[in-house]
């Protein structure tokens, strides 16, 4: 059998989640749609009791780069750009997403895929004039697309800065799960609500079969939002396959335990790999380890399971990217280990 650590999204969904879609398949009424559906509106209560916000704003649609997509392009004038690490997902890997929609992206590079507010004041110190694009939107990705996680005190420090500079901070939360159940510096959904404008809750790297809730926080980025899901296709009329799922994932917890669990994992495959004497590209934060092996051992690990190779290192070693999941099993992680 070949185990994969290429990512947390190829599985199916949570049983608990299948069993819900399920029970709810065949009951002889018909539901709401366009997002109105019954199960939509709890799961809403749902989330915002998370958020400690009952006040927010949120909207379910199917995927991580169409939430990007329909956050940046409504938020924007065509004039405005948006700031993000190199390593960020809408820079790399959305197929240039953003700029289809007529909105730059302004890179900045980063060693361990956060940004700092004095990067970003060094980009508004180069934008001063309409004969360059207006800088408008910070991008983050928590967790980000290496894994490592900010703390609360780093959320609140750039949001401070965006609102002092007319800036629109908005979190990418695909990995939110593990960004909030990390063991070092962990940040709660009320924190997000606090210090974002607008973020999304990752529901498709975290149990559910598709899905992501924006959350928009900020009440002037509210009225019309629904125009902007709409235009860009992302208005689903079956809209109860979202909110069935966000209703399981935050019924009872799950959406956390299942984030956890997929930490937990990656922390004890990372143990196993430092214990047998091999280095990290960068510190494991979450659910994405990134160790440094050589080029002859991956070539025989790749024999029995998969996973990416992230980036050449030297002429003899490679750094990997091993991805858990919540479904990870023990014996995959054993297994890896015992192969190596």
């Known amino acids: 059998m070949i185990h994969s650590f290429k990512d947390d999204y190829s599985e199916g969904c949570h049983p608990s989640i299948l069993a819900q879609l399920c029970a709810s398949n065949l009951v002889q009424t018909h539901e709401g749609n366009y997002g109105h559906d019954r199960f939509s509106k709890q799961a809403r209560i749902l989330i915002k009791q998370h958020l400690d916000h009952p006040d927010a704003d949120i909207h379910f649609v199917a995927g991580g780069t169409q939430a990007n997509l329909i956050v940046i392009s409504s938020f924007l004038k065509p004039y405005e750009a948006v700031i993000s690490a190199h390593t960020g997902h809408i820079a790399v890997h959305e197929t240039g997403a953003i700029e289809a929609a007529g909105h730059k992206i302004i890179n900045q590079t980063s060693s361990n895929g956060k940004l700092e507010f004095q990067q970003v004041q060094n980009i ?40 002092k500079n007319q800036l629109l901070l908005f979190a990418d939360g695909a990995r939110l799960a593990n960004a909030v159940m990390a063991e070092k510096n962990p940040i709660s959904l009320a924190d997000l609500a606090k210090f974002t404008d607008v973020f999304y809750i990752g529901g498709t790297k975290n149990g559910a079969l598709l899905g992501e809730a924006i959350v928009i926080n900020n009440p002037e980025l509210q ?118």
Not at 126 to 147: C, F, W
């Open 124 to 163: 508004l110190q180069i934008h001063q004039d309409e004969h360059m694009v207006k800088p408008r939107m910070l991008y983050i990705s928590n967790a980000t697309e290496l894994g490592t996680v900010y703390s609360k005190s780093e959320l609140h420090e750039l949001y401070e800065f965006c609102q």
């Open 223 to 340: 009225p019309n939002f629904r125009y902007a899901i709409k235009q860009k296709g992302g208005l689903l009329a079956k809209s109860r396959l979202l909110g069935i799922q966000f209703l399981e994932l935050f019924r009872d917890n799950l959406f956390f335990e299942l984030g956890e669990n997929a930490n937990q994992q990656a922390s004890q495959l990372s143990r196993g790999i430092a214990e047998k004497g091999y280095p990290f590209f960068i510190a494991t934060e979450s659910n994405q380890i990134f160790p440094i092996l050589p080029k002859i051992l991956i070539s025989k690990l790749l024999q029995d399971f998969n996973f990416h190779i992230w980036q050449s290192f030297d002429g003899q070693h490679d750094v990997i990217r091993l991805v858990t999941s919540w479904a990870t099993p023990s014996e995959a992680i054993d297994s890896f280990l015992n192969k190596i």
